[in-house]
């Protein structure tokens, strides 16, 4: 399971243990990072207090943990099947999370954090005997780099002076780079000491995050202090003209009688009264502040930065089960897919399969909403085929231009 599934920020304490987490974790000391430490520490509060951050982020690490996840032959394109160390880490990552529940939480540490950190654990000496195979948490996992160094663009490989080192039980636990696998979002803030670390989407919405923030704000504030909702104020005049003056037990008789009201079975729905009364509305209504409706281009916002739909927010009203559809597709093409090919690819160069007969691949075909482009794909490949043999036989075409257009196709 994710390790922030079972946690619920709304109603927590401030000297609960998530918080303690948090500020315990984040404000450490690091090389040219305690801004870096600081919007960690903001990051994960949004996505743990935040509800579009948290649906955004734990669907999208859901989508990516429904790849098939497959070590193939290059020259046949068939799984391999065996006990080799490798596909049986892939398969089974370690003792506590499956292949499904690691990737869903790798998938969450990249979109909070904007890093991953997997850690392949081996014997000492035996640097292809994988044991298991773990995520860690970014937020307590540091980059330090000793000393000066050259531009890292002048370096054909990793420099000796970058350590790598995580802090648990507050200790901290050197890394080896060797059994270490950093995947990074963009950084377009680029700095001598924090080039090798990403940046979390989150930064660029922040403004937006905070626009939620102060609306569901408002919103507890009116729903707990809503205070009276209206006024009843004496109509009937004396014999002067002015308006009679309502005793104190005239208040209580009238607040008691009005305590018989209600929409439920047991109480009376309709007030008579030989009173003459005035009614004048106090109370503020969430809806009358529109504080939700203001807030939908933050929502769309935030989903853009994420490649995100918003269609499949459940907040986004009026969106029918063929948009929702479309949405599935589009998110899977353009955000999902992309990202866990870029993931496959990491994977692949660690275990520097360039130079092996077998690579790792990550497959989607199987997901519903990406079945009917299969099969129009299908269609208009046979159709395709069926035209280009017609024409080779011809001899219209050579066997170079069939194939030409079959590269067309992405074949």
Not at 306 to 322: D, H, R, V, W, Y
Request: hydrophobic share 35%; net charge neutral.
């Amino acid at each position: 399971m994710s390790l922030f599934d079972s946690i619920n920020p709304f109603g927590k304490k401030k000297d609960s243990q998530i918080y303690k987490d948090i500020e315990d974790g984040f404000f450490m000391p690091m090389t040219g990072g305690s801004s870096l430490k600081w919007e960690n520490n903001t990051y994960l509060k949004d996505y743990l207090e935040v509800p579009e951050i948290n649906a955004i982020i734990n669907q999208k690490s859901r989508a990516f943990s429904n790849g098939i996840l497959k070590v193939v032959s290059k020259t046949t394109n068939k799984e391999i099947v065996s006990n080799d160390p490798l596909i049986k880490v892939l398969r089974n990552p370690n003792w506590f999370q499956s292949a499904k529940e690691f990737r869903m939480q790798t998938k969450i540490f990249r979109e909070v954090f904007g890093n991953e950190f997997m850690y392949l654990l081996t014997p000492v000496g035996q640097k292809e005997s994988y044991k298991a195979l773990f995520t860690l948490p970014p937020q307590k996992t540091e980059i330090e780099i000793v000393g000066t160094s050259n531009p890292y663009f002048l370096l054909d490989k990793k420099p000796e002076n970058i350590r790598y080192k995580v802090k648990w039980n507050d200790k901290y636990e050197p890394i080896d780079y060797d059994s270490l696998i950093h995947i990074n979002s963009n950084n377009g803030y680029v700095k001598e000491d924090t080039y090798l670390l990403g940046r979390s989407v989150l930064s660029g919405v922040q403004p937006n995050i905070q626009n939620l923030r102060v609306a569901y704000e408002a919103r507890n504030v009116l729903i707990e202090n809503r205070g009276a909702l209206g006024i009843f104020t004496n109509d009937s005049k004396d014999a002067t003209g002015a308006a009679r003056a309502i005793t104190l037990t005239d208040k209580e008789n009238i607040q008691k009688d009005f305590s018989r009201y209600g929409i439920t079975k047991e109480k009376w729905q309709f007030i008579i009264t030989s009173l003459s009364l005035k009614y004048q509305q106090i109370g503020v209504s969430v809806k009358d502040l529109m504080l939700f409706e203001e807030c939908q281009e933050d929502r769309e916002r935030i989903c853009d930065a994420f490649g995100f739909p918003i269609e499949l927010l459940s907040s986004n009203k009026g969106t029918t089960f063929a948009n929702k559809n479309e949405a599935s597709k589009l998110l899977y093409q353009n955000t999902i897919i992309p990202e866990a090919q870029e993931w496959v690819d990491a994977l692949n160069d660690r275990f520097d399969t360039q130079s092996k007969d077998w690579h790792i691949v990550i497959t989607f075909d199987h997901i519903a909403c990406l079945q009917e482009d299969l099969k129009s794909r299908g269609q208009s490949l046979t159709l395709l085929t069926g035209a280009l043999s017609k024409a080779y036989l011809d001899k219209a075409i050579t066997l170079a231009q069939y194939q030409d257009e079959l590269k067309k196709f992405g074949i």
